[in-house]
């Protein structure tokens, strides 16, 4: 089958969390199973292109139709890890993809947009005629909605299947995007079986989009799956998916063991397997020297993820706090999201914790030192308020790091408490807490530190019982294929 792939992100050149890791690693997956694979992102200025191999361009002047005049863009061509990946480069003032971030500014929606607009004029014009377009998350939402409204003529046989990663970032914006991208017709598609948002009249919403117009859709857990059905996890889109529930489902995520995985990581300095854990200590004392902790019998928790309100950063602040007063290190490696008072907090406590030899926190984005992170620590912290999926725990346990998380998203399809699952025991492999207040977080670290001090050999089963487990592409890859057959030949 042949296959384009439309994303904001693919790991490691344009990755600001897990959508990147998932985009990739399927796409590997796809082509290991023989199918061909094209990734199709925007030309940011500043991505890794040190991971680009071979970068040329592929198509100049495609003059792409906008706001009833043209933007001259041109599409280049490369090879990341291996996968052929084409990159969106527009020439206009508007200079959409030459900013610092990825995301965060006021022209978001008309960004996006536009990457839509341009990757099906890029499609159409390159000859580039897939069976499958599969689509991810908000900024590709108006892929589907322009493909059957503009394009159905020329490319009549394309399939669209549209994964959310992240129901709180939908798209919403004004109707200029209809003027924009050509589609016009406001009373049309704004009406509430289209692209009508659910929450503000009048107002467009390019998930929405995607879920009306696509073949298919997903989400990235099972339980996630549920969770936006049936409760406010869905912001607003649940009467949507109520309509569409016949072509919804959750699929959990793969991990890309070529990427993560201790018996080959070249980014850790010791390498190891279920059968040498007692290497993994060396990455522990390697995490310590990096980070100034002193030299100590004791347990290391870790934090690794996006500073956002999404991940529980109340409960951050008071896992680290918990762990200096009871006798645990702490490492966190987290990068400043778009919450000002947030980012604030972890610098203040930052300062404040500045001179402790028990804590580090590392303020930014370092694809080594995550390694270095999963592999050091024994006990990764995941006190999310929502995860759709939840990555981050999922590589923990290959690392034989004991994941303790919030009973939330694809976390119930992952991570199994050690005491009071109704799981086999060979199954058990970290601790699971509730609500997400401060006593249910305290009760779980305190178990997990508990079985630290004083069981290691039991410790030591859960850490083997996490590495053992297969949570590969394999079997994630397969239901994707089954998803793609089935839109084909609808
Ligand atoms: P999300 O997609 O919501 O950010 P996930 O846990 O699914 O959460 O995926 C996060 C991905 O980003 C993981 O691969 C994690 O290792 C990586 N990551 C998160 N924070 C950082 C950071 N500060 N530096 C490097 N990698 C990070
Ligand atoms: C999103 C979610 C995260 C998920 C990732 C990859 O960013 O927040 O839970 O793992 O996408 O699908």
Known sequence: MYIVMVSAECAPVAKAGGLGDMVMGLSRELAVRGHSVEIVLPKYERMRYQDIWDLQVAYADLWVPWHGSAINTT??????????????????????????????YPDDAER???????????????????????????????????????YRGQMEHQRVCYTIHNFRHQGVTGRQVLAATGLGRPEHFLHPDRLGDNATPGALNMMKGGIVYSNFVTTVSPHHAGE???????????????????????????????????EIDWLIPARYSVSSLDVKYANKEVLRERFWLRKTFSPIIGFVGRIDEQKGMHLVHHAILYALSNGAQFVLLGEAGHNPGINRQFWNLKHQLNENPDCH????YSEELCHLVYAGVDLLVVPSLFEPCGLAPMIALRYGTVPVVRAIGGMVDTVCDRDFSMRPEHERNGYVFHQADTQALESALWRALGLWNSYPCEFRTLMSNGMRQDFSWARPGHDYVNVYEHIRHK
Request: one cysteine or more; hydrophobic letters at 35%.
């Open 361 to 364: 926190l590392e303020i930014g």
């Open 75 to 104: 599409v280049w061509f490369g090879h990341v890890h291996g996968r052929k990946c084409y990159f969106v480069e527009p020439h206009s003032q508007h200079g959409f993809f030459q900013r610092d971030r990825l995301y965060g």
């Open 112 to 150: 996006f947009a536009f990457f839509c607009k341009a990757t099906l004029e890029f499609l159409l014009h390159a000859s580039k005629r897939p069976e499958v377009i599969h689509c991810h998350d908000w900024q590709t939402g108006l892929v589907p909605v322009l493909l059957c409204e503009q």
């Open 228 to 262: 936006v059905r049936f409760t406010d996890q869905g912001h607003c889109l649940n009467s949507t998916l109520d309509v569409h529930q016949a072509k919804f489902g959750g699929i959990l995520n793969g991990v890309c063991y070529d990427t993560w995985n201790p």
